[in-house]
């Protein structure tokens, strides 16, 4: 597993011409794969697993999609709103096979 990051991460460092692409290419993973299941985890009692990696395939796809297809809108803006509008649709769908568990630490729940 280290190797294939190692080579991931060569090949990534490679690519990119500039440093500034690099950092805007990685931004723009943690907006489109982290910042919907993150809030979603922290503020929605009812978000489950299969929701928020549900909501991360989705906005990725979306985002790679958007980015090889134009270039005249912002790709991870499309990603984000695809992820928030999956998440909750999975949410409620898959309700009753995966039900949400409460965020904890470790002495109790944190939220009610």
């Known amino acids: 597993m280290v190797?294939?990051?190692s080579i991931l991460s060569a090949a990534i460092a490679l690519y990119?011409?500039?440093i500034?692409?690099?950092l805007v290419f990685s931004g723009s993973l943690g907006i489109v794969l982290l910042?919907?299941?993150?809030?979603?985890a922290l503020f929605i009692p009812k978000a489950n697993t299969t929701a928020c990696l549900a909501s991360m395939g989705c906005g990725f796809?979306?985002?790679v999609a958007m980015a090889w297809?134009?270039?005249?809108y912002p790709a991870d803006l499309f990603g984000a709103i695809t992820a928030a509008v999956v998440l909750p649709l999975v949410?409620?769908?898959t309700r009753a096979s995966d039900p949400p568990r409460p965020l904890v630490d470790s002495d109790h729940p944190v939220a009610p």
């Open 91 to 93: 949410a409620r769908g």
């Open 61 to 63: 796809s979306v985002w």
């Open 35 to 40: 910042l919907v299941p993150v809030i979603a």
């Open 3 to 5: 190797v294939a990051f």
């Open 16 to 18: 990119f011409q500039s």
């Open 20 to 22: 500034y692409d690099a």
């Open 69 to 72: 297809l134009q270039d005249v």
